[in-house]
């Protein structure tokens, strides 16, 4: 089976010139195949369009990769599918070339088993000592220069935990390693501010959204560890896992919100 195409040839590779490869200059997308169909695919390119805008450079998904994508998933039942972009190859140095020749990459991987008995069960975090830098050009942005999530990654987490909960040099709690955060306290639901720092995920969006429709509170606001303990509920958001109740973080224990499972089955997300 082919897992990888570089601009619509499969199989293909990526040049070493190319700035993705040298400056992590360019975006991607991790999406969800289910049942043969990608999970909030127009959402997740238009995110790539406005992220390209940002990093000075014009993106929009085109018909044949348009096709390509739903060609692929159609031959799949539950998988993980990425898209990378970067700005093209370029010569030696930061300076963007006048030219630009976007270099589309399309992934296809094996979706992570231990995602179905995230959902059901619960995780655990534990706080990461590595801290996220500030940098509002790039805040929300989900580019290619994953260095800190790395770092936080090769730490060896201890086998209680599940996830790394993560804070900027602030001090204000941001994410875990792979997902947005939200805490619940009765009709109030916070998430954290990302103008500085973190991704902006479009599961997050789509949350925020439903528990709009619902009724909720939804307010987005520097979040601290001492509010995040105090909370009464705790949930992680992506694309690939939907939501996922937070039962621990460090000592703190942490009930199953009802109100997951009825976001779960509104965005239909299940596992």
């Known amino acids: 089976m082919v897992t990888r195409?570089?601009?619509?040839?499969?199989?293909?590779?990526?040049?070493?010139?190319?700035?993705g490869f040298?400056?992590?200059d360019g975006l991607f997308a991790t999406m969800r195949i289910e049942c043969g169909r990608i999970q909030l695919l127009n959402c997740?390119?238009?995110?790539l369009s406005q992220g390209a805008m940002r990093l000075g450079f014009c993106w929009q998904a085109s018909s044949e990769l348009m096709t390509l994508l739903e060609d692929i998933a159609s031959k799949l039942n539950r998988a993980c599918i990425k898209l990378q972009l970067s700005r093209g190859q370029g010569?030696?140095?930061?300076?963007?070339?006048?030219?630009?020749?976007?270099?589309?990459?399309?992934?296809?991987?094996?979706?992570?088993q231990h995602y179905q008995q995230w959902q059901q069960q619960g995780i655990k975090l534990c706080r990461s000592d590595i801290q996220l830098g500030q940098q509002s050009r790039l805040a929300g942005i989900k580019h290619l220069n994953r260095l800190e999530q790395v770092l936080i990654k090769s730490s060896v987490l201890h086998q209680l935990y599940q996830d790394w909960l993560v804070l900027d040099c602030n001090n204000n709690v941001i994410e875990?390693?792979?997902a947005n955060l939200f805490i619940i306290n009765d009709k109030q639901v916070i998430t954290p501010s990302i103008h500085y720092s973190g991704v902006a995920g479009v599961m997050r969006e789509q949350v925020i959204i439903a528990l709009l429709e619902l009724g909720y509170n939804v307010k987005i606001a520097d979040l601290s560890i001492s509010e995040l303990f105090a909370a009464e509920h705790?949930?992680?958001?992506?694309?690939?896992?939907?939501i996922v109740d937070v039962i621990q973080v460090e000592q703190q224990h942490k009930p199953i919100s009802?109100?997951?499972?009825?976001?779960?089955?509104?965005?239909?997300?299940?596992?």
């Open 258 to 271: 009802l109100l997951s499972a009825v976001l779960r089955q509104r965005l239909s997300v299940q596992l």
């Open 91 to 112: 010569g030696r140095g930061y300076a963007a070339p006048e030219s630009v020749n976007v270099t589309e990459v399309i992934s296809v991987s094996d979706f992570p």
């Open 5 to 19: 195409w570089v601009n619509g040839i499969p199989e293909s590779f990526v040049s070493v010139s190319d700035r």
């Open 44 to 47: 997740h390119l238009a995110r």
């Open 22 to 24: 040298n400056y992590g």
């Open 176 to 178: 875990s390693s792979v």
């Open 234 to 242: 705790i949930w992680l958001t992506n694309s690939l896992f939907g």
